[in-house]
Antibody, heavy 119, light 110 residues
Framework: QVQLQESGPGLVKPSQTLSLICTVS??????????WNWIRQHPGKGLEWIGY???????YYNPSLKSRVTISIDTSKNQFSLILSSVTAADTAVYYC???????????WGQGTLVTVSS | QPALTQPASVSGSPGQSITISCTGT?????????VSWYQQFPGKAPQLMIY???YRPSGVSNRFSGSKSGNTASLTISGLQAEDEADYYC??????????FGGGTKLTVL
């Protein structure tokens, strides 16, 4: 059973950079069958897709966040990462990593990690 | 503003059936048969309940069913149980943003 687990700082200062890692266990991130996504949920709100990366390194980002987002992959560690620059309080959210089949259907999610942007 | 429109809340009594709607456009819900539904409990990650409009992943109760007509998808839960009380989100594939989500619907079992 494939499992995903987010890790990273829970508190980031305004204007700084948010960095998270998603570790995939129980399966290879290199399989080519899936796309590896970051999705966030603002407190008490709905879900927002941030972007995804394929095992080859190709990426696709939400146009509304594209200028601040970088997603990378480390197949040797079975991990992929999120970097979000110049954060503000509006970036406070629970961040999830998730796997999807390439047709916009995340079927396997990490437990999520709350990131708070505050000085 | 969520890309897909869902009612903020629905409610029903145990044993009844409820339906949650999800309205999009021809660029997402209406254009592809890639609508999914998720159940989310407080403090937990969303769990996939329906994919490709009407298919259930292994382990999901057959009380959950999905359908689509035009730009509106629907999730029906039959034989409502107390354990179904949760937030439900729809999603759809969209070429410009891979996936778009609804704003979520809070289901209350009376």
């Amino acid at each position: 059973q494939v499992q995903l687990q987010e890790s990273g700082p829970g508190l980031v200062k305004p204007s700084q950079t948010l960095s998270l890692i998603c570790t995939v266990s129980g399966g290879s991130i290199n399989s080519g069958d899936y796309y590896w996504n970051w999705i966030r949920q603002h407190p008490g709100k709905g879900l927002e897709w941030i972007g995804y990366i394929y095992y080859s390194g190709s990426t696709y980002y939400n146009p509304s966040l594209k200028s601040r987002v970088t997603i990378s992959i480390d197949t040797s560690k079975n991990q992929f990462s999120l970097i979000l620059s110049s954060v503000t309080a509006a970036d406070t959210a629970v961040y999830y990593c998730a796997r999807d089949n390439g047709w916009g259907c995340p079927d396997n999610w990490g437990q999520g990690t709350l990131v708070t942007v505050s000085s | 503003q969520p890309a897909l429109t869902q009612p903020a809340s629905v409610s029903g009594s145990p044993g009844q059936s409820i339906t949650i709607s999800c309205t999009g456009t021809s660029s997402d819900v209406g254009g592809y048969n890639y609508v999914s539904w998720y159940q989310q409990f407080p403090g937990k990650a969303p769990q996939l309940m329906i994919y490709d409009v009407s298919y259930r992943p292994s382990g999901v109760s057959n009380r959950f069913s999905g359908s689509k007509s035009g730009n509106t998808a629907s999730l029906t839960i039959s034989g409502l149980q107390a354990e179904d009380e949760a937030d439900y989100y729809c999603s759809s594939y969209k070429t410009s943003t891979n996936v778009v989500f609804g704003g979520g619907t809070k289901l209350t079992v009376l």
